[in-house]
């Protein structure tokens, strides 16, 4: 079981999330932002949280442009698997790997907390750990989380079980209390909030380790 | 470019008194060159040469077994065991942010972890300790919203989590705001670097990001008083890149990976003067500059501009020659500049050229170890007058009017702002009592809390300064750490008033009682005087950050209270209302005597809490507010009632040292009382947490109702 977490120069949640693949037994490659192509043999790719530029302009865009994003571009479009955390999921939407967009807080102040969240699908291989409707703690710290998608995209996620969770007590204006969703093969799941902040006891809080065994469950298998 | 003449209004603009230039001439056996004048005053100015305190902080307990190295490096380190070591420091960042409130708290923010990563270090913890004007004063509310996003903006994208601080209120600061930035890290003990250079002719690196003209006499600006002037003064304000710093942190970590480094030294303050002539004094050489070759962000930048400069993300450094190409490629990789700008001289020279014009040329060790120093005049406080009676009031009414006010009040809006989590290390954020980390892939942990009660120092500095020390190391102990050492960020009004003085040095003979007492030295700190505007000074302010370790073999004290818990009160109460919370917020006064600290009860007490960690469910140290707000706090972060035999106000608010709450089931009270009877420490049951109301003797609310008005009344406050 192998994982590639990216490394942009302002990546700061690289090593959390590379503990929390480890944790649930992947081996995991840090992949650099300026290689222009994945590692062989790697079963899922990371694209983690932070500020990946600085996030001066719209947070990710510059990111979905670096060398290393055509390989994550072209990984997906073979059918791999990709999970995007935070300032990932911003990425993801900014290459157009996953639909819509992440706008300003609608409080416009950054906010970082444990919220409750609810599954909405356990039918991926990121949820399949999780029951659907099952409401779990998972922080947040973002200041560009509001989700935003039009009627139609959202119809079509809605249709197509593709959201994965959304918020209990929505904290940022994400339309629908969006908090994940879901490529429309599955594979590719971005979401504002940080499993890998929740994935130990020493967490205070373990609701994020699910995912990541449910991955390596996945992986096992195949 | 012509420099202009020094005129008397020159000198007197660069912040020099007559005898400081005089002593400037003798120096030089001649009139110095404008550049020169600006290295003085940027190497003299308060804020780098610590001329008013030096004499006092020599003072100060700095060593002990656990200490690596003590101040007068970037920051402070201590022994952690197996080969760790913490380094960290807390640093002011006043003036700037009263000018400019999100650049000014950034950048403070950005200067602090510099300070830590520079020697080697990978930062771990930020706390910040913040003081604002009463909340209804014109200018507060843009204060809090400007610093508080100013270091969430630096901190959150730079990758390290806010664990810890404080935020109060008083009408003290309406002219001076203040912000105190902690930062911790993390090093091997033996990968340490200093700042020393070493071994002559050997290259002078620039790292990081270009210079600009931002911040040319910020230091000089940060050493004096505020008037109607200020708004000319925003120019001498920095501005933050966290992104560039997390890049120069990276790089400079992987670059000391190399072996390439000699020594290396953060560009803060007086940037490029003051990290140059350190490295050269502290290594006994010499430093030759040529200006040409500095990564500029700006054209025609003169080399005045250029030595005073602070503009944000510099370093320089001392380079192994041989290790040039592989250094070199760790800048590129990360996109930063990398430039050699000098090289070490064997004389005692520090020579700077600009296209190969002598632009400055003086003695390196005189203009760094011949800085004034003063032994300015000092008057003691006076005695407080004892405290008159007071009437006497519903008990939970006090309560209520405590966690309405922003100084008590829940402070979740501001953290909320702070990434407290990032590193997926923490244990326990911001909000009660201190802040707990894990040391990555180990079970140790490392506490910080960052403590001052401005209210008591002022009544009696020696007491204050105790206290400060006293409220930091119960803390620790509440959350079950040992405490190991401190760091100490000292802000005060005009020293050259004898009674600021006079503050200042009951404060800091106050803060070396404790520390000795309490064993926790000061291994880092900075001062931050002339906090006045209008001649109106700050309360004194000596803030202490500190930072206490859990053994791998031990528990912190992190459960949660719950239903049926005893309330457990560890310490002896007077019931002591001088200086207290309920006084300054109830009946709006602020006198009597601060309570003084008994440092042997101190320690035997944290001792005991510590020792017993295995019977104590919750706990917290008492401090403002007394019993009172210290058992709503726990019942309402747990969301269980709370009834307390007492209503009398002086038990209930009374501000006694030495004191902490405890949660626990009834065998483990028991077992308690016996150990506190074998140990000499005075312990009381003193009610229950149960139920869904909030009682003390007779007088009673819901818990909802307070909970409701402790959570909101921050934000509606700022609204």
Same mark, same amino acid.
């Given at each position: 079981?192998?994982?590639?977490?990216?490394?942009?120069?302002?990546?700061?949640?690289?090593?959390?999330?590379?503990?929390?693949?480890?944790?649930?037994?992947?081996?995991?490659?840090?992949?650099?932002?300026?290689?222009?192509?994945?590692?062989?043999?790697?079963?899922?790719?990371?694209?983690?949280?932070?500020?990946?530029?600085?996030?001066?302009?719209?947070?990710?865009?510059?990111?979905?442009?670096?060398?290393?994003?055509?390989?994550?571009?072209?990984?997906?479009?073979?059918?791999?698997?990709?999970?995007?955390?935070?300032?990932?999921?911003?990425?993801?939407?900014?290459?157009?790997?996953?639909?819509?967009?992440?706008?300003?807080?609608?409080?416009?102040?950054?906010?970082?907390?444990?919220?409750?969240?609810?599954?909405?699908?356990?039918?991926?291989?990121?949820?399949?750990?999780?029951?659907?409707?099952?409401?779990?703690?998972?922080?947040?710290?973002?200041?560009?989380?509001?989700?935003?998608?039009?009627?139609?995209?959202?119809?079509?996620?809605?249709?197509?079980?593709?959201?994965?969770?959304?918020?209990?007590?929505?904290?940022?204006?994400?339309?629908?209390?969006?908090?994940?969703?879901?490529?429309?093969?599955?594979?590719?799941?971005?979401?504002?909030?940080?499993?890998?902040?929740?994935?130990?006891?020493?967490?205070?809080?373990?609701?994020?380790?699910?995912?990541?065994?449910?991955?390596?469950?996945?992986?096992?298998?195949? | 470019?012509?420099?202009?003449?020094?005129?008397?209004?020159?000198?007197?603009?660069?912040?020099?008194?007559?005898?400081?230039?005089?002593?400037?001439?003798?120096?030089?056996?001649?009139?110095?060159?404008?550049?020169?004048?600006?290295?003085?005053?940027?190497?003299?100015?308060?804020?780098?040469?610590?001329?008013?305190?030096?004499?006092?902080?020599?003072?100060?307990?700095?060593?002990?077994?656990?200490?690596?190295?003590?101040?007068?490096?970037?920051?402070?380190?201590?022994?952690?065991?197996?080969?760790?070591?913490?380094?960290?420091?807390?640093?002011?960042?006043?003036?700037?942010?009263?000018?400019?409130?999100?650049?000014?708290?950034?950048?403070?923010?950005?200067?602090?972890?510099?300070?830590?990563?520079?020697?080697?270090?990978?930062?771990?913890?930020?706390?910040?300790?913040?003081?604002?004007?009463?909340?209804?004063?014109?200018?507060?509310?843009?204060?809090?919203?400007?610093?508080?996003?100013?270091?969430?903006?630096?901190?959150?994208?730079?990758?390290?989590?806010?664990?810890?601080?404080?935020?109060?209120?008083?009408?003290?600061?309406?002219? #001076?705001?203040?912000?105190?930035?902690?930062?911790?890290?993390?090093?091997?003990?033996?990968?340490?670097?200093?700042?020393?250079?070493?071994?002559?002719?050997?290259?002078?690196?620039?790292?990081?990001?270009?210079?600009?003209?931002?911040?040319?006499?910020?230091?000089?600006?940060?050493?004096?008083?505020?008037?109607?002037?200020?708004?000319?003064?925003?120019?001498?304000?920095?501005?933050?890149?966290?992104?560039?710093?997390?890049?120069?942190?990276?790089?400079?970590?992987?670059?000391?990976?190399?072996?390439?480094?000699?020594?290396?030294?953060?560009?803060?303050?007086?940037?490029?003067?003051?990290?140059?002539?350190?490295?050269?004094?502290?290594?006994?050489?010499?430093?030759?500059?040529?200006?040409?070759?500095?990564?500029?962000?700006?054209?025609?930048?003169?080399?005045?501009?250029?030595?005073?400069?602070?503009?944000?993300?510099?370093?320089?450094?001392?380079?192994?020659?041989?290790?040039?190409?592989?250094?070199?490629?760790?800048?590129?990789?990360?996109?930063?500049?990398?430039?050699?700008?000098?090289?070490?001289?064997?004389?005692?020279?520090?020579?700077?050229?600009?296209?190969?014009?002598?632009?400055?040329?003086?003695?390196?060790?005189?203009?760094?170890?011949?800085?004034?120093?003063?032994?300015?005049?000092?008057?003691?406080?006076?005695?407080?007058?004892?405290?008159?009676?007071?009437?006497?009031?519903?008990?939970?009414?006090?309560?209520?009017?405590?966690?309405?006010?922003?100084?008590?009040?829940?402070?979740?809006?501001?953290?909320?702002?702070?990434?407290?989590?990032?590193?997926?290390?923490?244990?326990?954020?911001?909000?009660?009592?201190?802040?707990?980390?894990?040391?990555?892939?180990?079970?140790?942990?490392?506490?910080?809390?960052?403590?001052?009660?401005?209210?008591?120092?002022?009544?009696?500095?020696?007491?204050?300064?105790?206290?400060?020390?006293?409220?930091?190391?119960?803390?620790?102990?509440?959350?079950?750490?040992?405490?190991?050492?401190?760091?100490?960020?000292?802000?005060?009004?005009?020293?050259?008033?004898?009674?600021?003085?006079?503050?200042?040095?009951?404060?800091?003979?106050?803060?070396?009682?404790?520390?000795?007492?309490?064993?926790?030295?000061?291994?880092?700190? #900075?001062?931050?005087?002339?906090?006045?505007?209008?001649?109106?000074?700050?309360?004194?302010?000596?803030?202490?950050?500190?930072?206490?370790?859990?053994?791998?073999?031990?528990?912190?004290?992190?459960?949660?209270?719950?239903?049926?818990?005893?309330?457990?009160?560890?310490?002896?109460?007077?019931?002591?209302?001088?200086?207290?919370?309920?006084?300054?917020?109830?009946?709006?006064?602020?006198?009597?005597?601060?309570?003084?600290?008994?440092?042997?009860?101190?320690?035997?007490?944290?001792?005991?809490?510590?020792?017993?960690?295995?019977?104590?469910?919750?706990?917290?140290?008492?401090?403002?507010?007394?019993?009172?707000?210290?058992?709503?706090?726990?019942?309402?972060?747990?969301?269980?009632?709370?009834?307390?035999?007492?209503?009398?106000?002086?038990?209930?608010?009374?501000?006694?040292?030495?004191?902490?709450?405890?949660?626990?089931?009834?065998?483990?009270?028991?077992?308690?009382?016996?150990?506190?009877?074998?140990?000499?420490?005075?312990?009381?049951?003193?009610?229950?947490?149960?139920?869904?109301?909030?009682?003390?003797?007779?007088?009673?609310?819901?818990?909802?109702?307070?909970?409701?008005?402790?959570?909101?009344?921050?934000?509606?406050?700022?609204?």
């Amino acid at each position: 079981m192998r994982a590639a977490v990216i490394v942009f120069p302002g990546s700061n949640c690289d090593r959390d999330l590379k503990v929390a693949f480890e944790r649930a037994g992947f081996s995991v490659d840090m992949v650099w932002h300026k290689d222009t192509s994945m590692p062989d043999g790697i079963d899922i790719v990371g694209v983690p949280g932070g500020f990946s530029f600085g996030d001066y302009l719209r947070c990710g865009a510059i990111a979905a442009n670096s060398p290393i994003c055509r390989a994550v571009i072209d990984h997906a479009s073979r059918g791999g698997y990709v999970l995007g955390i935070c300032n990932g999921f911003q990425v993801l939407t900014e290459t157009g790997i996953l639909p819509g967009a992440l706008r300003r807080n609608a409080g416009l102040k950054y906010i970082c907390r444990t919220v409750g969240l609810k599954v909405e699908t356990a039918d991926s291989a990121f949820t399949s750990g999780y029951q659907a409707g099952q409401e779990i703690m998972i922080p947040i710290a973002h200041h560009d989380g509001n989700y935003f998608a039009d009627e139609g995209t959202l119809a079509r996620l809605r249709d197509a079980d593709r959201i994965a969770f959304s918020y209990l007590d929505n904290p940022n204006g994400s339309v629908a209390d969006i908090a994940g969703v879901l490529s429309d093969n599955r594979r590719v799941l971005g979401m504002m909030p940080h499993p890998e902040r929740a994935a130990d006891a020493g967490h205070g809080g373990s609701d994020g380790a699910a995912m990541f065994r449910a991955l390596a469950s996945q992986f096992a298998m195949a | 470019m012509q420099e202009p003449a020094i005129t008397e209004e020159l000198i007197a603009a660069h912040g020099l008194k007559p005898d400081e230039y005089a002593r400037i001439l003798d120096i030089m056996g001649r009139e110095p060159t404008f550049t020169e004048l600006g290295i003085f005053s940027a190497m003299w100015n308060e804020h780098c040469s610590y001329k008013s305190s030096k004499r006092w902080l020599r003072t100060l307990p700095t060593t002990g077994p656990q200490v690596i190295c003590g101040p007068g490096e970037n920051a402070g380190i201590v022994d952690i065991g197996d080969n760790q070591a913490v380094v960290f420091k807390m640093e002011s960042h006043n003036h700037p942010s009263y000018i400019e409130p999100y650049q000014g708290a950034a950048t403070g923010v950005g200067g602090i972890l510099r300070d830590v990563f520079t020697m080697g270090a990978r930062p771990v913890a930020a706390m910040n300790s913040l003081s604002f004007g009463e909340i209804t004063h014109p200018k507060t509310r843009q204060l809090v919203n400007g610093v508080v996003e100013g270091i969430g903006g630096y901190g959150n994208c730079f990758g390290v989590p806010t664990v810890g601080g404080e935020v109060r209120f008083h009408a003290a600061y309406n002219g #001076n705001c203040l912000v105190n930035a902690f930062a911790a890290g993390l090093v091997d003990a033996d990968k340490i670097f200093y700042s020393a250079a070493s071994g002559v002719g050997m290259p002078v690196v620039y790292l990081g990001a270009k210079t600009g003209r931002d911040g040319v006499g910020g230091a000089t600006m940060a050493s004096a008083e505020f008037d109607e002037s200020i708004e000319e003064k925003r120019p001498t304000v920095q501005v933050g890149d966290p992104f560039t710093e997390k890049r120069l942190m990276e790089a400079t970590l992987e670059l000391m990976a190399t072996g390439a480094v000699i020594s290396i030294q953060d560009m803060g303050a007086a940037g490029l003067t003051c990290s140059a002539v350190e490295m050269g004094d502290k290594g006994g050489l010499g430093v030759k500059l040529h200006l040409e070759r500095v990564p500029q962000r700006e054209e025609g930048m003169t080399a005045y501009e250029m030595m005073l400069s602070e503009s944000q993300e510099r370093m320089l450094m001392v380079l192994r020659p041989e290790k040039e190409e592989e250094a070199r490629a760790v800048f590129d990789k990360w996109d930063l500049d990398f430039a050699i700008v000098g090289e070490t001289i064997p004389e005692d020279r520090f020579l700077i050229l600009h296209n190969n014009v002598v632009k400055a040329d003086l003695p390196l060790a005189t203009l760094s170890g011949s800085a004034p120093e003063y032994d300015r005049p000092w008057v003691e406080t006076p005695a407080p007058e004892p405290l008159p009676d007071l009437p006497g009031i519903d008990p939970v009414d006090g309560l209520r009017a405590l966690i309405s006010s922003p100084n008590y009040a829940a402070k979740q809006w501001v953290y909320d702002q702070y990434d407290s989590m990032v590193m997926a290390d923490t244990v326990r954020g911001p909000g009660l009592g201190a802040g707990i980390i894990r040391i990555h892939g180990t079970d140790k942990k490392l506490a910080f809390t960052s403590d001052v009660t401005p209210r008591y120092v002022r009544a009696n500095p020696f007491e204050g300064g105790k206290q400060a020390v006293a409220e930091a190391f119960r803390n620790l102990c509440a959350m079950g750490a040992k405490p190991l050492a401190s760091t100490d960020n000292l802000n005060f009004g005009n020293p050259e008033k004898p009674e600021i003085m006079g503050q200042f040095v009951g404060a800091i003979k106050g803060i070396g009682a404790a520390v000795s007492a309490l064993d926790m030295p000061i291994v880092s700190g #900075n001062v931050s005087l002339y906090n006045e505007t209008d001649g109106q000074g700050i309360l004194p302010t000596p803030t202490i950050g500190a930072v206490g370790l859990i053994a791998a073999d031990e528990e912190p004290i992190i459960g949660e209270v719950r239903d049926g818990h005893v309330a457990v009160l560890v310490g002896e109460t007077s019931g002591h209302l001088g200086q207290s919370a309920l006084l300054h917020e109830v009946f709006n006064r602020e006198d009597g005597d601060a309570p003084h600290v008994d440092l042997d009860a101190e320690r035997r007490n944290g001792d005991f809490i510590r020792a017993n960690r295995e019977l104590i469910k919750a706990c917290t140290d008492l401090s403002d507010g007394g019993l009172a707000l210290a058992a709503f706090e726990m019942a309402e972060s747990a969301g269980v009632g709370v009834y307390l035999d007492t209503a009398d106000t002086a038990t209930l608010f009374g501000e006694d040292q030495a004191r902490y709450l405890v949660a626990c089931n009834f065998d483990q009270a028991e077992a308690l009382m016996i150990a506190a009877g074998r140990a000499g420490v005075p312990i009381s049951s003193v009610g229950r947490f149960t139920g869904s109301t909030v009682r003390f003797g007779r007088s009673e609310a819901p818990l909802s109702e307070l909970a409701e008005i402790y959570r909101s009344s921050f934000a509606a406050a700022l609204a």
